[in-house]
């Protein structure tokens, strides 16, 4: 039996675990914030609706960092109390007594800022670079297939492309292989919408809670089940460097990251933003 902590119970944490339950792919998630009592208040309202959804999962809360030991993959997501997501020197604390406890669950780290706090666990704490990885930029990529299906006048679940980089300034769309209705999207999207696409990226980032909770769980649920998806998520290199790459997930964490085709124009933006970070 599967069993999720999330580090934060408030917009993103408290959704994420939402979808995770009603999903009914995890046996056990455990919400974990200082505040236990909105975080026992969210459990507790998600188990209630269980027998109306139609899920089983088993939820708690705790307000001890520590027991989140045991768990197969700990999310590090937002306070309940408003005060924003885990990042910062804060985070870094936060980070330090996880990995002191718990060497074995992959960290996802599930907000849009924390990518600084990934880059420093890797670096400072010394965590692997293959166990950290941050699920903000699979929620900025289905943001542009919502947007490519919108001006395809179709749906964008029947698009499919790639977020490469560092946003919100140093993302780049992998416009080469990308794909609408099973074509290449070049034979469908003019190049003056697709670079249209390409300069509201800025705009697009942050992306909101529910989508940084959906896209959270999609990367939890590929730790899970060791599937072979890709998915574009932040993940760092031997350097410490950390950027957005399509990654395939397993137990242990990113288990194979993929290099993108892109463009003679669109690697020159891809590797600029990642010297920079």
Known sequence: MSFVAIIGAGAIGGSLAHTLA?????????????????????????????????????????????????ADAIVIADHASGSGEHAGEAGLALVRQLVAVEWRAP?????????????????????GASRVVGAAPTALESAVRALA?????GSGVEVSLR???????????AWEEATAFGQPIASELPPHLMSGLSARLPGLWPPGPYALA?????????????GRRRLSCFAADARGRVAALPVELGADGIRKV???VLTPQ?????ESAIERS
Do not use: C, N, W, Y
């Open 258 to 260: 993929h290099q993108p």
């Open 163 to 173: 977020i490469v980089g560092v946003p919100p300034h140093g993302a780049v769309i």
């Open 214 to 226: 959906s896209a959270a769980a999609r990367v939890v649920e590929g730790i899970l089940t060791g």
């Open 22 to 70: 009603a999903r009914d792919t995890v046996g056990e998630i455990r919400l974990i914030d200082t505040d236990v009592s909105v975080a026992g208040g969210k459990a507790l309202d998600i188990l209630q609706s269980g027998p109306v959804q139609g899920f089983a999962t088993k939820l708690s809360a705790s307000s001890s960092f520590m027991s989140a030991a045991g």
């Open 149 to 153: 299906g919108l001006l395809l006048d």
């Open 107 to 127: 960290l996802v780290f599930a907000g849009a800022t924390q990518r600084a706090l990934m880059q420093r666990a890797v670096v400072e704490l010394h965590v």
């Open 266 to 270: 669109e690697r020159t933006l891809f």
